[in-house]
C-alpha cells in the first residue's frame, strides 16, 4: 500500500504505471474484497503412474495420511466413528485403532512430528497430542481457534488449513500461530485447501469436493502444479457410502504418493512425472 511519505516522484511513478496496467494497483482495497492474484502462471500439470493399488478399510472416512518410518497411519472422522489408526499398507488391515469420536467429536487430519502424532479435530478447537509409542490415549491438547482440516509439518513447524485458503505455520511446542499466507494460483485464491502432506520442499493439497491435488510453495503461498485425478475408482467400486477423494501421503523410500478417498475400497501408489 502507497504511504504519505512517499515522494512525489515515486507517486507519480505509480500512476503511469497503473495507466499503462504495468503493474499491480497499489492503492489502498476494502479488506472484506477477496484477494486477487495477478501474474501468477498457471499451474503445471503434474502427470503420473498409478504403480500400485492396495486394499482401504470402506468404514474409514479418511481424513488424514500419513507413511512415518515405513508404517502407515490414518485418521478418520464422522463423528462416533473417528479414529486414530495403524493400518497395513498392503492389506489395508487395521492392526491398532483408537476411537476419540462422539457425538461431538469429530476427527480430521494427522501429521508426525518427532515422534509426536498432532491430531486434529473440525470444530471442535481440539488438537490431540499423542506418542508415537502408543495411540491409545492422548498424552495433552492444544486449543486451535480455527476449524481443523489438514495439518503437515517442514520438519520444524506444523503446517495446518482450516478449509479456507489460508495456510498457517504453527510452533509445535505452544501451538502459536508463527505466520500465516494465502494460497493463490492464477484464477485467486484457491479455498477448501484440506488433507495436507509436505514433499521435497511444497504442500501438497487435496482441494475438497474435487479430483484436484495443488502443490503450493510455501514462502509465497503460489500454486506452482497440479495433479488431476479423475475416474480413480471402477463404477463398480463405488456405491452410496463413497464419498470424495481425501488422503495424501508421501513414501520417501520410494518418492511416490499414496492416494485414497473417504470410505474409498483402495489405496493407489503414484509415481509422479
Known sequence: MMKANFTKTFILL???????????????????????????????????????QFPHDTSAYTQGLILYKGILYESTGDY?????????????????????????IFGEGITILNDTIYQLTWMNNIVYVYLLSDISHPVKTFNWPYQGWGITN???????????????????????????????DNDGPVRFLNELEFVNGSVYSNVYETDRIVKIDPESGHVTGEIRLPNLLSKNEINDRTDVLNGIAYDSTTNSLLITGKRWPKLFELKLN
Open 14 to 52: 505509480l500512476f503511469v504505471s497503473a495507466l499503462f496496467s504495468c503493474s499491480n494497483d497499489s492503492s489502498d482495497t476494502d479488506a472484506s474484497l477477496p484477494e486477487v492474484s495477478v501474474g501468477i502462471a498457471p499451474p503445471a500439470a503434474i502427470n503420473y503412474n498409478i504403480i500400485n
Open 80 to 104: 462416533e466413528n473417528s479414529s486414530l489408526r495403524i493400518t497395513d499398507k498392503t492389506s489395508g488391515n487395521v492392526i491398532k485403532k483408537h476411537v476419540m469420536g462422539s457425538d461431538k
Open 154 to 184: 517442514n520438519g520444524k513447524d506444523l503446517i495446518i488449513s482450516d478449509g479456507s485458503a489460508n495456510l498457517y505455520f504453527v510452533r509445535p511446542s505452544d501451538f502459536k500461530v508463527l505466520a500465516s499466507i494465502q494460497v493463490v
